[in-house]
């Protein structure tokens, strides 16, 4: 069974304290990997697409990094304005479902 | 922002009475997505739809259906509310298997 396992579920940061959130999954064919970040009351914000191991991708702060079995989310020198629930979701082995991970929730203090 | 709206935003219902969401895109996507996301558990699919009147079930489909008229209209019923349906639903659009998702704003379900 597709299983996305994120870790930690919940990660406190003080400003300027690099850290990385942890994205395991066990899909057999992997048809890509994508980050997400949600605010309260809002819907998940697109952030990257991961397909190959060894592939990465930079954004600002965060940058996305994926091997065979999980991905990590390395956040650099966060600010507050990083805090955030976040996201990764990955296709079923058919590609027709998105299976998400429960999130971790970042809380990034000044 | 990818063209997707959900109606309403906020509902409150009673137990027992029928509800139906509306989702609504102007992309074009092939693929949308009905999930509920509730603490503790994050986002959990509830039906998907591949095409028009092509749709199936996700992990937690038990109690609601879906319906797909027209490429831009994704409905999700509710046939008889109850308490443990009280969430937050999200509609998504991908255009393809090996794509990114693109999510609506949510609609905030409160069933008493």
């Known amino acids: 069974e597709d299983q996305v396992t994120q870790s930690p579920e919940a990660l406190r940061l003080q400003e300027g304290e690099s850290s990385s959130l942890n994205c395991s999954y066990t899909?057999?064919?992997?048809?890509?990997l994508f980050w997400y970040r949600q605010d309260p009351g809002k819907g998940p914000e697109f952030l990257f697409t991961?397909?190959?191991a060894g592939e990465e991708k930079e954004k600002e702060r965060l940058k996305a990094t994926l091997t065979k079995k999980e991905s990590f989310l390395h956040i650099t020198a966060p600010k507050p304005e990083d805090s955030a629930t976040y996201l990764c979701?990955?296709?079923?082995?058919?590609?027709?479902?998105?299976?998400f991970g429960k999130g971790t929730s970042l809380l990034v203090t000044p | 922002d990818a063209g997707i709206t959900q109606s309403p935003r906020h509902k409150v219902t009673e137990t027992g009475t029928p509800v139906t969401l509306r989702c609504h895109q102007t992309?074009?996507?092939?693929?949308m997505y009905w999930y509920r996301q509730d603490p503790g558990h994050g986002l959990r699919l509830i039906h998907y739809?591949?095409?028009?009147?092509?749709?199936d079930k996700g992990e937690v489909s038990d109690g609601y259906s879906v319906s797909r008229s027209k490429t831009e209209d994704f409905l999700l019923t509710l046939e008889s509310a109850t308490s443990s349906q009280t969430s937050v639903y999200f509609c998504?659009?991908?255009?393809?298997?090996?794509?990114?998702?693109?999510f609506g704003q949510g609609t905030r379900l409160t069933v008493v």
């Open positions: 998504a659009i991908r255009t393809g298997r090996d794509t990114e998702a693109f």
């Open positions: 899909v057999s064919g992997l048809r890509g």
């Open positions: 991961l397909y190959s």
């Open positions: 979701a990955v296709p079923s082995n058919s590609g027709y479902a998105l299976n």
């Open positions: 992309e074009n996507h092939r693929y």
């Open positions: 739809s591949y095409g028009v009147k092509d749709t």
